[in-house]
């Protein structure tokens, strides 16, 4: 079993979740607060620890949503970490409440932390733990769109240099008749 690193006088977390919204896909406070709360929670757990003993050392969870349908997970292993990747469809958000999207963030973590224990062949997890209560204020968590509005864009194309062909790369961004990106009002 490999050794964790210490930094700062703790252990090094095993267990990282990461996320990334298509555009068109909902972003929403309540699914990230509860994504790194539970990933912290198992982190600091020293059953979770002793259930990972891979010598790869990390796992990263990083669910996409898209508007388009889901694909299959997809488990890459790397020299030093093992990567979970899924296409979800941001459907499954349907109307935002925040303890319906708490349990899709739990639910994620499950399924992802299960099919990398399997690939890897670590026997059954440790019980799983319960999410804390959300937090009222969730501020810290939501997500601030700098999507560039197109006269942005045109000026930041200009100064990287781009004189032809600007308005097709404009025209590719999506963008609607203010000027504003897809999602940003």
Do not use: C
């Not at 977390?13 to 406070?29: E, K, Q, R, S």
């Amino acid at each position: 079993m490999p050794h964790d690193r210490i930094t700062k006088g703790h252990a090094r977390n095993w267990l990282h979740t990461g996320y990334g919204w298509d555009l068109g896909a909902p972003d929403h406070a309540t699914y990230s607060w509860a994504s790194g709360a539970f990933a912290h929670t198992l982190n600091a757990d020293p059953a979770w620890h002793t259930w990972w003993r891979s010598p790869r050392r990390e796992l990263w969870l990083l669910p996409l949503f898209t508007p388009h349908s889901e694909t299959e997970p997809r488990v890459r292993r790397r020299i030093r970490t093992v990567e979970v990747v899924l296409d979800v469809d941001s459907a499954t958000f349907g109307a935002g409440e925040p303890q319906a999207l708490a349990d899709l963030a739990v639910e994620h973590i499950q399924t992802f932390v299960g099919l990398a224990g399997e690939r890897l062949r670590l026997g059954p997890t440790p019980r799983w733990p319960s999410l804390p209560d959300i937090p009222e204020d969730l501020s810290g968590f939501e997500h601030v769109d700098e999507t560039p509005n197109r006269d942005e864009m045109r000026e930041l194309l200009r100064e990287m240099g781009v004189d032809r062909n600007m308005e097709e790369i404009l025209e590719g961004f999506g963008y609607d008749a203010e000027g504003r990106p897809p999602g940003r009002g």
